[in-house]
């Protein structure tokens, strides 16, 4: 990872199938860790939680290779946001993941708050209920707006941003959602769309402080993130989109698309199995 960047690695988790790669997933999970798993319900939530989990540590070796994925040991925040624990020497990495049905992705960055969240764009949800206690006026006069059939993408549009701001404070749930809001520019899978935050005076923060991005994954899901900004100023966005079935070594990419535009945003899609050498492929 160059200065200046956050990295943003997604998979789609229900394509990861290869038992090898499983078996290894499960090899590096404390006992804590599987159990938490084990309780979700239905299998795919439990197959998903497997594959975030066992991404996380991989990636987290990749970026600090003299530390095995199993050795990674994270301690939860007062309101449950996990951070890195153990070892030392992790150079001040900073993380954060986020999974739902049909997508995993894993934020990474040195030092710097950070939030991802992701939602499947159909998800089933009585948006109508939900915006009274999630959206600002502002945000749901222009849900109103909307027109029907794009209603609930959009509501999750926010709700995404909300969650990834939420978790980069390390408050989640804790922070009201009615005190903060974005104005909204098109998504989609090529380049962030343009996001305003606007925030209130309970809040105690200045969106200038922040960066926010926002992509749609595969026209099916939506993907957010939040990024204090360091004192140079934004952080080029590297994203790898892992697609799996074939080996590849993920130092160099099958497909390397590159743009400009407000968050200098990088596209990698990378054919493989986002392991380090050495561990079993899909």
């Known amino acids: 990872m160059e200065p200046g960047e956050a ?37 795919a939530g439990r197959h998903t939680a497997l594959v975030a989990r066992g991404l996380l540590r991989t990636l987290l070796s990749r970026y600090c290779p003299a530390v095995p994925p199993a050795d990674w040991r994270f301690a939860k925040g007062r309101y449950g946001r996990p951070e890195i624990e153990a070892p030392a020497g992790h150079g001040r990495l900073r993380f954060n993941l986020t999974h739902t049905d049909g997508l995993a992705a894993c934020l990474l960055v040195p030092d710097v708050d950070c939030g991802v969240d992701a939602e499947a764009l159909d998800r089933a949800a009585d948006v109508d209920i939900l915006v009274p206690s999630t959206l600002t006026a502002r945000e749901a006069a222009a849900l109103a707006a909307t027109p029907p059939e794009e209603r609930t993408g959009r509501f999750f549009r926010h709700w995404t941003l909300k969650e990834a701001y939420a978790k ?115």
């Open 168 to 282: 980069a404070r390390g408050l989640g749930l804790q922070l009201p959602f009615q005190q903060f809001g974005f104005d909204l520019g098109p998504a989609d899978g090529r380049s962030p769309g343009a996001v305003t935050a606007h925030f209130g005076a309970e809040l105690a923060d200045r969106p200038d402080d922040w960066q926010f991005a926002q992509w749609t994954v595969a026209g099916t899901h939506v993907l957010a993130v939040a990024l204090r900004r360091p004192a140079g100023g934004e952080l080029r966005i590297v994203r790898h989109h892992v697609r799996h079935g074939t080996r590849h070594d993920l130092h160099h990419d099958v497909r390397h698309d590159v743009h400009d535009d407000i968050h200098h945003d990088i596209h990698h899609d990378v054919q493989g199995d986002g392991l380090p050498e050495g561990l079993p492929v899909p």
């Open 7 to 43: 990295h943003l690695w997604y998979v789609d988790p229900l394509a990861v199938r290869s038992p090898a790669v499983l078996d290894a997933y499960r090899a590096l999970l404390t006992p804590e860790e599987l159990a938490s798993a084990a309780r979700i319900r239905p299998w």
